[in-house]
């Protein structure tokens, strides 16, 4: 880790922390830093994700004592309630994630969502502590861009005149149930700091990959190549692609939370747009595959191509400039690195092993 959740204590923040969705890929991996850094952590989770449990028994195997774990599901008003009164800063990590289930389940991914973030800023709003509260919202937001041009290139499309790529300025125009519901949850963020006072962060997320994380087709798509790579099976590919987008590793996502909670006097009430940025993207097939072979030598089956799903952008990636001037932030793990990295915690080497910031 380039930095850790000591930040928090060090900038006059109490010491207990609830990661909603911790037992996620991100979740748990934040839990972790934050535990290690000697932090309090509760992780309210429903556990309904294929695969999470294992996450939270890796978690627990890390622990001292310092996590407690609620089996609960952020829809419910009262358990949010309980769980947000006793602590001093909320990473609100959990909902309904793919783009494909919200248009066959609206309605599922609106309570998930939308409904979700909305008992968590009602519990902030009555808890005595007044905790921070930092959203995990999405690219999405910011619907298909077809207002910009873009330009086909031999190996991938490209911004024909955005060389930092999306800012915040950006009006939201979501084009899916999904993101319709985490672009409504990420308006309602904004809003009770303005109305409320409620200190409140959103993060407009882009692609995060790294250890633990458990890829599908509908989401994750770096860990759900690799893993077909691994067993030399066939993938869906929507589009062509060629469709580009921003890789940020995971350490690099949990150092930009740590450092906006620190920041949080320049930070509560704005959102922002965190990824890789312009260094860090790559062609989800037409780049992806040949730096497959290049790390782990093997590459899936042929892929089948399908047309693109709702919202899909041809390009997204971040411009990260107000994280840096806001709190410091830049990302340092590169996609070779990250990607190695992740290719080497699913082959089964130790985190140590695979962290590409231990190397240099």
């Known amino acids: 880790m380039t930095t850790s959740g000591a930040d928090l204590a060090s900038h006059g923040v109490d010491r207990r922390c609830l990661v909603t969705g911790g037992a996620g890929f991100i979740g748990c991996n934040l839990a972790d830093a934050l ?22 028994d890796w978690l627990r195997s890390r ?3 310092g ?9 419910d008003a009262e358990a949010v309630k309980r769980a947000v009164a006793g602590v001093d800063v909320v990473f609100h990590l959990a909902g309904q994630t793919a783009v494909t289930t919200s248009v066959l389940d609206p309605r599922g991914d609106f309570e998930a969502n939308a409904l979700g973030m909305l008992n968590v800023l009602e519990a902030a709003r009555h808890s005595r502590r007044e905790p921070i509260v930092l959203y995990a919202s999405t690219n999405k937001v910011y619907g298909g ?12 499309y490209a911004f024909a005149d955005l060389k930092h790529g999306i800012d915040e300025r950006q009006p939201l125009a979501p084009h899916s149930p999904y993101a319709c519901s985490k672009g409504a949850a990420d308006q309602y963020a904004l809003d009770y700091h303005r109305i409320y006072g409620v200190r409140t962060v959103v ?4 692609c995060i990959y790294g250890p633990r994380q458990l890829g599908s ?16 099976r066939p993938v869906t590919v929507f589009g062509n692609g060629k469709q580009v987008r921003d890789l940020l590793y995971v350490d690099d996502l949990v150092e930009a939370y740590t450092l906006a909670i620190a920041a949080i006097g320049r930070t509560a009430g ?13 062609a989800i097939w037409a780049e992806f595959e040949p730096l497959l072979a290049e790390i782990t030598e093997r590459v899936p ?7 693109a799903r709702p919202g899909d952008q041809r390009v997204f990636f971040c411009d990260t400039r107000k994280a840096a001037a806001d709190f410091g932030w830049r990302a340092r793990v590169s996609v070779r690195e990250g990607v190695a990295a992740l290719a080497a915690w699913m082959e089964g080497r130790t985190d140590s092993s695979a962290d590409p910031t231990a190397a240099g």
Not at 145 to 156: A, D
Not at 270 to 282: C, F, K, Q, S, V
């Open 217 to 232: 087709e509908e989401q994750g798509w770096v860990a759900w190549f690799l893993d077909a790579a691994r067993d030399r």
């Open 67 to 75: 996590i407690d774990f609620l089996h609960r599901d952020v829809r």
């Open 63 to 65: 622990d001292d004592g």
């Open 203 to 206: 993060f407009r997320q882009s």
């Open 145 to 156: 861009l077809e207002q910009f041009e873009v330009v086909e290139e031999p190996t991938r």
């Open 270 to 282: 704005e959102a922002y747009n965190i990824g890789g940025g312009a260094e860090r993207t790559l």
């Open 301 to 307: 089956d042929v892929p089948r191509f399908q047309p």
């Open 35 to 56: 535990l290690r850094a000697g932090l309090e952590v509760c992780v309210l989770d429903d556990l309904s994700r294929p695969g999470v449990v294992r996450n939270l």
